[in-house]
């Protein structure tokens, strides 16, 4: 197994060699000491580190913390600070850069092997996560049915295209609405009204719509027959997440319904 390789930015020579030969007694690879933001950015941009450990407090034209949000802002690589200062001020300005964690000066060798070792796991797992949720989203993107999801509060979370284009509203003013703003239902028969999806699917734990009939009214007042299934989102605990609702235009069906009845009765 290849080490992992940690790039040091740090402007005080003599902690900056501590902290090497502490590395690399550990385990690690040191291939680079910068002193400096900018020449970090440039090794960054050559080596790709497993890992930056940043002293907040650089001389030169970027300090610590600017240069870590330039880490931030253009790489996918962990930062985690090594400070002598514990100022709130401080520290507020860091929070923006997400830093993994704050090692203060003067650290203890295991306290920084646990930090540089919990830095990589979150790392590689925030990685996994972030990689199930592209493919989750492709998928829902290409279904053949419009699907929405909400919050247990019913506020809207996401929408396929196919969601976009039956309801006409788009996701991003739709995001975060109430699901009945955006997904107007209704029932055919004039004496019966349709509940809630949400508060339904919550109730039940499960919704569906065909039972009343049910027709969408899309944000320009069109009006489509839709067979529609609600169901719970649930954490590992068996909580309420939120619901999702897949439905899909049953214009034709009814058409086919339509013409079928009639030959019958002819």
């Known amino acids: ?56 407090m650089l001389q030169g034209a970027m300090d610590g913390i600017e ?14 600070y090594i400070t002598s200062y514990s100022d709130e001020h401080i520290l507020e300005r860091a929070k923006i850069t997400e830093p993994y964690c704050y090692i203060i000066k003067p650290f203890r060798e295991r306290e920084l092997h646990i930090n540089i070792e919990i830095a990589i796991y979150k790392h590689q797992m925030e990685n996994k996560l972030k990689e199930s949720e592209h493919w989750l989203s492709s998928t829902i993107k290409s279904l053949g049915e419009a699907v929405i999801s909400t919050d247990k509060d019913g506020l809207i979370k996401t929408m396929n295209p196919f ?16 699901i009945s703003t955006v997904f107007n239902i209704i029932s055919e028969k004039p004496d019966i009204k349709v509940e ?17 009939h049910t027709v969408l009214i899309s944000k320009e ?46």
Do not use: C
């Not at 969601?163 to 109430?178: L, N, S, Y």
């Not at 309420?240 to 235009?249: L, N, P, Y």
């Open 1 to 56: 197994m290849s080490k992992k390789q940690i790039l040091i930015v740090e402007d005080e020579s003599i902690v900056a060699e501590d902290l090497r030969e502490t590395l690399i007694s550990l385990g690690y690879a040191v291939p680079s000491v910068e002193s400096s933001g900018e020449k970090a950015i440039e090794k960054i941009e050559g080596m790709r580190p497993d890992v930056v450990l940043m002293d907040i």
């Open 67 to 80: 240069t870590a949000k330039e880490v931030h802002d253009r790489f996918d690589i962990p930062i985690l």
């Open 196 to 212: 809630n999806p949400v508060t339904r699917a919550i109730r039940e734990g499960i919704y569906y719509g065909l039972a009343e």
């Open 163 to 178: 969601a976009e284009a039956m309801t006409g509203w788009k996701f991003d003013e739709a995001f975060a609405k109430p």
């Open 221 to 266: 007042g069109m009006k489509v027959p839709v067979d529609v299934i609600g169901s719970l989102i649930k954490d590992n605990f068996g909580n309420i997440m939120g619901t999702v609702m897949i439905f899909e235009d049953i214009i034709e069906r009814k058409r086919l319904e339509e013409r079928i009845k009639k030959t019958n009765i002819e």
